[in-house]
């Protein structure tokens, strides 16, 4: 059974810091197949791309409300996505998913382009 699990939500003030985790597991593909991404949502908005990586990890890319704050990144060894998010704001509230794509080496930030999706971790940013 497919499976992508979040971690590391949380509560905390603004200008703090938080590290979500994604850890894969029951895909037949090496997890180095896949190119990654997170997500967040908040409730009654559409589903936002935050940054997505390639497959080696080497490629990054932010939304421009993140760049400069968070920090996407992955250990294929260990089968583990990553986003360290820095000088958190209330902006920045959410409930954030990894999501997975089977199909390019650094696929684009759009909802319909990931073909699995994990439970989501909710991260609130108080003043």
């Known amino acids: 059974q497919v499976q992508l699990v979040e971690s590391g939500g949380g509560s905390v003030q603004v200008g703090g810091s938080l590290r979500l985790s994604c850890t894969a597991s029951?895909?037949?593909?090496?997890?180095?197949?896949?190119?990654m991404a997170w997500f967040r949502q908040i409730p009654g908005k559409e589903r936002e791309g935050v940054s997505r990586?390639?497959?080696?990890?080497?490629?990054?890319d932010y939304a421009d409300s993140v760049k400069g704050r968070f920090t996407i990144s992955r250990d294929n060894t260990k089968k583990r996505l990553y986003l360290q998010m820095n000088s958190l704001e209330p902006e920045d509230s959410a409930i954030y998913y990894c999501?997975?794509?089977?199909?390019?080496?650094?696929?684009?930030?759009?909802?319909?382009?990931?073909?699995?999706w994990g439970q989501g971790t909710q991260v609130t940013v108080s003043s």
């Open positions: 990586i390639s497959r080696s990890g080497e490629i990054t």
């Open positions: 999501a997975a794509s089977k199909g390019l080496i650094l696929t684009p930030l759009g909802e319909s382009d990931y073909n699995y």
């Open positions: 029951g895909f037949s593909l090496p997890f180095e197949i896949l190119s």
